[in-house]
């Protein structure tokens, strides 16, 4: 996972801040994963989004993987509240 530990930061801070966080999954990098693992991890994460009542778009340095732009679809599509870490040009 790419921000492995500005995801962590975040986690303890809004967690702290009486918010529950539901965040992606973060394995060893050292974890092999089969395209099925992969396939299911992403399945899941587009659950929490589903859960959630805000999305925190972890965007360090601007950056929106493939995956982050998916679930940032997702969250938009289910009318979510959106913010993002850090400004951002509209992707949509």
Do not use: Y
């Amino acid at each position: 996972m790419r921000f492995r530990e500005e995801f962590a930061r975040l986690d303890a801070e809004l967690t702290l801040a009486g918010h529950v966080v539901l965040t992606p999954t973060a394995l060893d990098p050292s974890t092999e994963l089969s395209a099925e693992d992969r396939e299911r991890l992403g399945r899941i994460h587009l659950q929490k989004v589903a859960m959630a009542d805000e999305v925190l778009v972890v965007n360090v340095g601007g950056h929106l993987g493939e995956s982050a732009r998916r679930e940032l679809e997702h969250a938009r599509s289910l009318g979510l509240a959106v913010r993002f870490l850090e400004p951002h040009a509209d992707v949509g």
